[in-house]
Nanobody
Framework: QVQPVESGGGAVQAGGSLRLSCAAS????????KGWFRQAPGKEREFVAG????????AYADSVKGRFTISRDNAKNTVYLQMNSLKPEDTAVYYC?????????????????WGQGTQVTVSS
């Protein structure tokens, strides 16, 4: 069983960049599908980006396509979310999620393991 731990959040001005990291302990992360979700105050948790367990496919929410990139470093047991051209509407708590030998899931219910989240705040 893997435990994801996010890092890299912070405050940035609109147009800036951040890279979130999600390191996993307790398992081989390369055997897991990984997803990034976000939740803004008063809103439901929403899909941002995902990569399947074999790393052969990625997917992005329409709102972040062309700005965000999901990638992984299996040697470091880590998945990343590079966020460029940030907008105030990207402000949220960002969560990393994982599912053993999974595909890409657009619903939070598709993932079994979750991190605690990291805050991203984008000011205008």
């Amino acid at each position: 069983q893997v435990q994801p731990v996010e890092s890299g959040g912070g405050a940035v001005q609109a147009g800036g960049s951040l890279r979130l990291s999600c390191a996993a302990s307790g398992g081989i992360f390369s055997n897991y599908a990984k997803g990034w979700f976000r939740q803004a105050p008063g809103k439901e948790r929403e899909f941002v980006a995902g990569i399947n367990w074999s790393d052969s496919n990625t997917a992005y929410a329409d709102s972040v396509k062309g700005r965000f990139t999901i990638s992984r470093d299996n040697a470091k047991n880590t998945v990343y979310l590079q966020m460029n051209s940030l907008k105030p509407e990207d402000t949220a708590v960002y969560y990393c999620a994982a599912k053993y030998y999974g595909d890409i899931y657009y619903s939070p219910s598709g993932y079994a393991y979750w991190g605690q989240g990291t805050q991203v705040t984008v000011s205008s």
